[in-house]
C-alpha cells in the first residue's frame, strides 16, 4: 500500500502527480519534503531501523510508536501541534 493513500484520494493523487514539481511554490526544503512525502520516499525510523542506520525505530518528536510516515504526518501529538501552528489545523 502506498502510505500516502492515506491521506489522499486517488483523484487528488492523480491531480498531484500531474504538477510538475517546479510548479510547488516555497522553499527548497520544504519543495524537497512535499516531493519526498509524495514519492513515499520520507526517511522515517522505522525505514533507517530497516537500513540499520538507526537501533530505534521510535519517534524522536514524542519518543512514541514506531516512527511510520503515518505517524510522522499524522499520527504523533508532537507533530500536530506543528500542522496546527502551520495551518491553523
Ligand atoms: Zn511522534
Known amino acids: 500500500m502506498n502510505s500516502i493513500n492515506v491521506f489522499l ?21 520544504v ?5 519526498l512525502v509524495l ?6 525510523n522505522e525505514r533507517r531501523m ?5 537501533d530505534t525505530d521510535e519517534c524522536g ?3 512514541n510508536d514506531n516512527e511510520t ?7 504523533c501529538v508532537l507533530a500536530n501541534l506543528v500542522w496546527k501552528g502551520v495551518f491553523g489545523l
Open 31 to 35: 519543495k524537497s519534503f512535499i516531493l
Open 9 to 29: 484520494s486517488e483523484t487528488s493523487l492523480q491531480h498531484v502527480a500531474a504538477i510538475h514539481p517546479p510548479s510547488i511554490g516555497g522553499p527548497e526544503k
Open 69 to 75: 510516515l503515518e505517524h510522522a504526518l499524522r499520527d
Open 50 to 54: 530497516q537500513r540499520k542506520m538507526t
Open 39 to 44: 514519492q513515499g520516499a520520507l526517511l522515517t
Open 61 to 63: 518528536l514524542c519518543g
